[in-house]
Nanobody, 118 residues
């Protein structure tokens, strides 16, 4: 499964971005039950930001709750991350993953850079 992220870029504090993750095959399968977004800032460990199951259950890191929204369109094989009220600490490379479990994915995208400027 190939995952390709898009939508990153430079945005000012308080702004919004929507990231997309397009999969090369159907994500409406048990093996791709958990789609997730992770991020890694320079000098920091990778962090699981948000995840969504095939049935639509979502989970978020405390740092993004109320600001980020993950969604998936199984018909389009795409997962989205809507990011609002962005902060400088949201600056990172955001990567999409897929697998049975969000915390142990089988597939990764290459990532897209999000930079929040103050």
């Amino acid at each position: 499964v190939q995952l390709v992220e898009s939508g990153g870029g430079l945005v000012q504090v308080g702004g919004s971005l929507r990231l997309s993750c397009a999969a090369s095959e159907s994500i409406d399968s048990l093996t791709l039950n958990a789609m997730a977004w992770h991020r890694q800032a320079p000098g920091k460990q990778r962090e699981l930001v948000a995840s969504i199951t095939r049935g639509g259950s979502t989970d978020y890191a405390d740092s993004v709750k109320g600001r980020f929204t993950i969604s998936r369109d199984n018909a389009e094989n795409t997962v989205y991350l809507q990011m609002n009220s962005l902060k400088p600490e949201d600056t990172a490379v955001y990567s999409c993953s897929a697998g049975l479990w969000a915390w142990a994915p089988n597939y990764w995208g290459k990532g897209t850079l999000v930079t929040v400027s103050s």
